[in-house]
């Protein structure tokens, strides 16, 4: 059974840092993609960054570009998510979610429905 598990989230201060950890299990697939999403109250969900196991090539949204870092662990299909200068506005729960396969172009990252698994979210709150 496939599950995503994230964690580091918690409160922190306007400028501040927080790692995000996602660890996926119960699966071979050789090939995966897995992305975050932050979801705050009152407003839809939205594509933070993703990167792809096999060749690490790496997504982000235009508010977080040059902030936040996403990186990976391969042989234990986890995936990081380092976020810098961190601002009110970042305030939301964050998931994860994978995608089995190598799809295509440069817009599918952002698509929810694109994605075959999700985790549970960890809050992250940022004070101002």
């Known amino acids: 059974q496939v599950q995503l598990v994230e964690s580091g989230g918690g409160l922190v201060q306007y400028g501040g840092s927080l790692r995000l950890s996602c660890a996926a299990s119960?699966?071979?697939?050789?090939?995966?993609?897995i992305g975050w999403f932050r979801q705050a109250p009152g407003k839809e969900r939205e594509a933070v960054s993703c990167?792809?196991?096999?060749?690490?090539?790496?997504y982000y949204a235009e508010s977080v570009k040059g902030r936040f870092t996403i990186s990976k662990h391969s042989a234990e299909n986890t995936v990081y998510l380092q976020m810098n200068s961190l601002k009110p506005e970042d305030t939301a729960v964050y998931s994860c979610?994978?995608?089995?396969?190598?799809?295509?172009?440069?817009?599918?990252?952002?698509?929810?429905?694109?994605?075959?698994?999700w985790g549970q979210g960890t809050q992250v709150t940022v004070s101002s």
């Open positions: 979610a994978i995608k089995f396969g190598t799809p295509h172009g440069s817009v599918w990252w952002r698509k929810s429905y694109e994605y075959d698994y």
């Open positions: 990167i792809a196991k096999s060749d690490g090539v790496t």
């Open positions: 119960g699966f071979t697939a050789e090939y995966w993609r």
